[in-house]
């Protein structure tokens, strides 16, 4: 489906009215819709990560281009002076270069483009672009440029559009002058544009409808009755929050007071060496108050909670990092809180226990079923319906009905927005590879998520393999499980020929859960995330080599991430980078450490 950009933008409400289109353009050319470093990256902040930022520049230097890359940030550079192929060597995000088409000699020129994309537009008339004319659309009838390379831009408006899009099938349109009313951008003008040229199928470009809670053909609301009063609150609470600035404000505000963001991006030097393969760097979620990357979603549904009205929250916990996070964030913020926990993983981790009392909340314990994670997902739920007026359930993962996954996901995103910058900040481009370990799997898509679209960033999910995947002992969701339905959601999942849950086993009680967030499921059915199983011994070999190499004792679920990377890396030359995400501290695992360990730490 051919994506759309909206160039030239300036203000607020028209960048707000354009985050349905596929990209964004600011324009940091001499223009009347210049405008600076610090503004674009105000502007940009309003954008949904799914939509691509991208700096026109004119003739500029690498160091501004860089410069507007790091702090905006931008997604794509589109490149509309005379640029050579060294500075688009040189640029570290993907280049648009554009060409003015007036015969069929600027057509052989764009044949020749290094570029990622090449862009064809009418000849400027004050300025490189942005004109408001058309050129002959048939001078590229015998163009050789794959479509996939292709975006058409010059005097495109809702009236002639779809006629270009049928003649050049680009994988781009571009407008500008034609969403402009006396030289200033019109939102409805955008909005219409967007309209005519998604039409109803909008929601295919990225094989997800997530505002109907969709990710390809999983995920939905698979909720009784008498929960989807709830959830349809929650859904429309979550989308007015969504886009509102002083939500979004204090949001960020507990992440860098409260939680101590942004979290560093560490070199491992030592486990570089070891590996002999690539510069490996280690995202420190561990260092977030309370010891996980948990708390960055906790405040975020907190927050909606309190917006909503509601100052209960009840939550389950597997390894306690997420019942901690919840019972923390109800004690600063003066509210209820009520945590269930499966009584095998109290027993595993009596400190996160004793924690979350400490904080306040009363935790229940659960007894039923395997008496781990999935059956205090199964009480929660319960609970929530019983109370649902003046309740809020604080899932604590990618998981449930619609809109919880899309929304844990975006609380998470900032562990991968803020790793895109640093990695660029400190090697001037992005990683070759990406791991994170999968429970249910937050910590992962909030990594994952903005680099989906970086085709040249190899994205791999770490599920816990327990005793091996070939044993009935395992949490291998992805790797083993079938489709079905799990808590509200429609997903991947260990279960047995009748559809009955089997039950999971990891020595990581935060990974130790039968189903994985629907978005993980689609990301591996489209082939874009790979997914791996770590063993139990596997993950306890590399928390003693963490340790050891970099003082950094990670939580037995990171454990599995710097496991599958260790061999990955094997494969991999000292000019690769590769990132793994600490997602928590091994505090909470000393208990088990020290009894699997002995002798050997
Ligand atoms: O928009 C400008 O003023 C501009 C100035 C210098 C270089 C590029 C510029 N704009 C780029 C774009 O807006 C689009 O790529 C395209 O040219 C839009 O064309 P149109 O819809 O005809 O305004």
Redesign the pocket.
């Known amino acids: 489906m051919t994506k759309v950009k909206i160039?030239?933008l300036q203000e607020i409400e028209h960048v707000r009215a354009a985050s349905e289109a596929g990209a964004a353009?600011f324009?940091f050319?001499p223009?009347?819709?210049k405008v600076s470093i610090e503004q674009a990256a105000r502007l940009a902040t309003e954008l949904p990560d799914s939509v691509e930022k991208i700096g026109?520049f004119?003739n500029a230097d690498l160091d501004e281009i860089l410069e507007a890359i790091q702090k905006v940030p931008l997604t794509m550079v589109?490149l509309?002076g005379d640029e050579t192929d060294d500075l688009i060597r040189s640029i570290p995000v993907k280049v648009i270069q554009?060409f003015s088409i007036r015969d069929a000699d600027d057509v052989r020129k764009l044949e020749q483009s290094i570029a990622d994309y090449v862009?064809v537009?009418?000849p400027?008339i004050q300025?490189?672009?942005?004109?408001?004319?058309r050129f002959d659309w048939t001078l590229l009838e015998q163009a050789v440029i794959e479509p996939g390379r292709l975006i058409v831009?010059?005097?495109?408006d809702t009236g002639n559009v779809e006629a270009a899009i049928s003649s050049l099938a680009p994988y781009m349109v571009?407008?500008?002058?034609?969403v402009e009313t006396d030289g200033k951008k019109d939102a409805e003008k955008i909005k219409n544009f967007i309209k005519t040229v998604k039409g109803d199928s909008m929601q295919h470009t990225t094989g997800t409808k997530e505002e109907t809670g969709f990710f390809g053909r999983f995920g939905g609301q698979f909720v009784p009755e008498t929960l989807m009063r709830a959830v349809k609150e929650l859904e429309a609470a979550y989308a007015e929050a969504k886009e509102d600035s002083d939500f979004q404000a204090t949001y960020h505000h507990y992440l860098k007071e409260y939680v101590g963001r942004e979290q560093p991006l560490t070199f491992a030097a030592r486990l570089t060496e070891a590996w002999g393969g690539p510069k490996v760097y280690l995202k420190r979620e561990d260092l977030n108050h309370t010891g996980a990357h948990k708390i960055n979603n906790a405040i975020g549904q907190a927050l909606l909670a309190i917006r909503m009205g509601k100052r209960k929250i009840v939550a389950e916990t597997g390894a306690g990092q997420h019942g901690v996070a919840t019972a923390t964030i109800c004690a600063l913020l003066d509210l209820e809180c009520v945590i269930f926990m499966g009584e095998e993983d109290i027993r595993r981790q009596q400190l996160n226990v004793f924690r979350m009392k400490l904080l306040g909340a009363k935790v229940e314990s659960v007894t039923k079923g395997s008496a781990t994670l999935k059956d205090a997902v199964n009480e929660a739920l319960r609970y929530w319906v019983s109370n649902v007026g003046d309740t809020h359930y604080l899932i604590g993962s990618a998981l449930g009905p619609h809109p919880f996954p899309t929304m844990v996901r975006d609380f998470q995103s900032v562990i991968g927005k803020e790793t895109r910058k640093q990695i660029v900040e400190k090697e001037g481009r992005l990683p070759d590879v990406i791991l994170a370990c999968v429970g249910g799997g937050s910590n992962a898509i909030g990594m994952f998520h903005p680099f989906v679209n970086d085709e040249g960033v190899r994205l791999i999910g770490v599920e816990a393999a327990g005793e091996g995947v070939d044993t009935n002992r395992h949490a291998a969701t992805l790797t083993k499980g079938t489709e079905g339905v799990l808590h509200g959601a429609f997903m991947k999942l260990l279960q047995d020929d009748n559809g009955q849950v089997q039950e999971a086993h990891s020595i990581s009680a935060g990974l130790d859960y039968p189903g994985v967030g629907p978005e993980h499921v689609h990301l591996e059915d489209i082939g874009r995330v790979e997914y791996k199983a770590v063993t139990d011994d596997e993950a306890l070999a590399s928390v003693i080599t963490l340790s050891r190499l970099e003082g950094i004792i990670p939580a037995l679920e990171s454990a599995h991430a710097v496991a599958e990377a260790e061999k990955v890396a094997a494969a991999m030359g000292p000019e690769e980078i590769l990132v793994i995400c600490v997602s928590g501290r091994g505090d909470k695992d000393m208990a088990t450490y020290a009894e699997k360990l002995e002798g050997l730490a």
């Open positions: 160039c030239g353009g324009v050319a223009s009347r819709r026109v004119v589109q509309h554009a862009l537009d009418a400027g300025h490189r672009g942005g004109s408001g004319r831009a010059g005097g495109l571009d407008v500008s002058s034609g």
